[in-house]
DNA sequence: TTGCTTTGTTACAGCGACGTCACAGCAACC
DNA sequence: GGTTGCTGTGACGTCGCTGTAACAAAGCAA
């Protein structure tokens, strides 16, 4: 390649120092090397580039307009390498996020894996008592929940809103409206999630601002199992709106009492829990404009 | 060489192009070197500078800042490329100069040929009116001579003053003077020039200005014949002030009666007579400070 | 004038970047 | 199922970059 980096470059320090001797000390290469770059770039294009004047090679006119060009390409080469520098001083380590829903908190985990793929990811999925125990026990870096606790040990920084919906089979009469009321539900076997759940504790608020709690039919511990008994229609359950990307099988049903009571899904981790990579999460969640669930 | 101009092309071609099959297309090379260069740079700096959206490759932020820095060098490089490339069509070729003088016709030559080193020269020396010939006939593309005559089939441009001298032998009385009168000079042996020297006719004017022109003691046709003659004490003679480097021997003696009759050394060559090697040797001559016999 | 140091040139060998070729796998479309 | 387009992988060839060795020329000090 006839315009090199490594031709130029031999070229601008040859200038800068007055002789090859001297331009192969300040490139720590040899002599014979410089002499080489200079002149096989001066034969391909017939030109001459330095003249001898009182023993030092100085530029000619055209050499040096060729310098000022170098010079320009080196500074834009020197911002790139900078560039890539920086961003790779993240490229290796380690971080556990932990995960209460899935969504929107998967979406950023891959977006922060597409970005930093040299970062190994560890999801820890769980409870939001669960996870908040994890957060606050070092268990993990970092965490995604809704509703996360006003407590003064944490950073935050939102990362999307939601609310709590009811789920029906949508072989369900109701499955075919858009929204739902409380005293509708209360007519239908309702499936519940264990006491520790944001999501439960949300639903137990709605039912008793608008009377009294109802017992639930069924109650079960794990987002998925209720998924699938909503699906195979054993009742009517609860869930974050867009706490998966899952869709099949069921209607989401916005509650009337809930009042659009949104609530949001948090980015937070201790605040003495910092580093390079925790940050770059932190940035990424800020900016996040994923299509929740998409 | 990690951020060669190669790789940060591929970068800039796939993220204008959206796929790197389509860059292949557009550099003229095959889409697995595309793929390994592109995938060579993110590995080595472990960082991601494409994302696929809609099968198609888009640009990462930092991808995008990325092909900014590389488009700054890429048009730094084409500066660079231009300039090679326009002194490079001047870097073959010939041309005839002829010169009346050795100097400073000389220097230009020298300096023309550092500056051109592919261009071929020739050379044409001898007196005025030959050299006056030649450029007529084609038989010089240029050439260098004082009191070119006005003459529109030409055209010239300026490079030096000068003015003819008396020469003496440094053993010589004269040679202790600074100038000497025409009255003096009539008292020595002098040497003349042939009738078609420009020189000469520029002795036989000053003299018949002052009184009656008188006859030499010798009348020599060359130049260096001339010089050889002063030199061993034959007499006095007369040149172009800075028509030779050569001083040992001899002293200048600016004449009185010249009253600093300067004139131009002019290069100059027939209108019709153009081309880029030509134009460069004008351009040059134009802007040429060279010392004069240095 | 001699000896030493520094600079530059030439020839050659080795390594790695760039590039092609052959091919397999995948996705979209008909 | 076939066709088209794209991507990724491995093997291989070419050429630029680099160092080393040998030598020549220039500069400088004794």
């Known amino acids: ?103 929107p908190g998967m979406a950023l985990v891959a977006a922060f894996h597409k970005a930093y793929p040299g970062v190994s990811i560890r999801v820890e999925t769980g409870s939001h008592e669960k996870i908040t125990r994890a957060v606050l026990s070092h268990g993990a870096d970092v965490a995604v929940l809704p509703e996360v606790p006003q407590d003064r040990r944490f950073r935050r920084t939102h990362l999307a809103r939601t609310e709590v919906v009811a789920i029906a089979p949508l072989s369900h009469a109701l499955a075919r409206q858009r929204e739902v009321t409380a005293d509708q539900l209360r007519r239908e076997p309702l499936i519940f999630r264990a006491s520790g759940s944001s999501t439960q504790r949300a639903v137990e608020r709605m039912f008793a601002r608008s009377g009294a709690v109802p017992e639930p039919f069924l109650t079960l511990d794990a987002r998925d199992g209720l998924y699938e008994a909503v699906v195979s229609g054993l009742g009517v359950g609860f869930l974050w709106r867009d706490g998966t990307s899952r869709g099949d099988g069921i209607k989401r049903l916005p509650i009337v009492e809930m009042g659009r009571a949104e609530t949001h899904e948090t980015v937070f981790a201790l605040s003495e829990t910092t580093g390079k990579i925790v940050d770059a999460f932190f940035d990424m969640a800020a900016h996040f404009e994923a299509a929740a669930g998409g």
Request: net charge neutral.
């Open 1 to 103: 390649m006839s315009l090199s980096n490594v031709r130029l470059e031999a070229v601008r320090t040859v200038a800068e120092s007055g002789s090859y001797a001297a331009a192969a000390r300040l490139l720590g290469v040899t002599q014979p090397n410089i002499s080489q770059l200079v002149r096989a770039l001066e034969a391909e294009y017939g030109v001459r580039l330095f003249a001898r004047h009182e023993g030092r090679l100085v530029p000619t006119a055209l050499g040096q307009k060729l310098c000022d060009a170098a010079e320009r390409m080196a500074e834009a080469r020197d911002d790139a390498e900078r560039l890539l520098q920086s961003r790779s001083s993240l490229a290796r380590g380690e971080i556990t996020i932990g995960l209460g829903n899935a969504m």
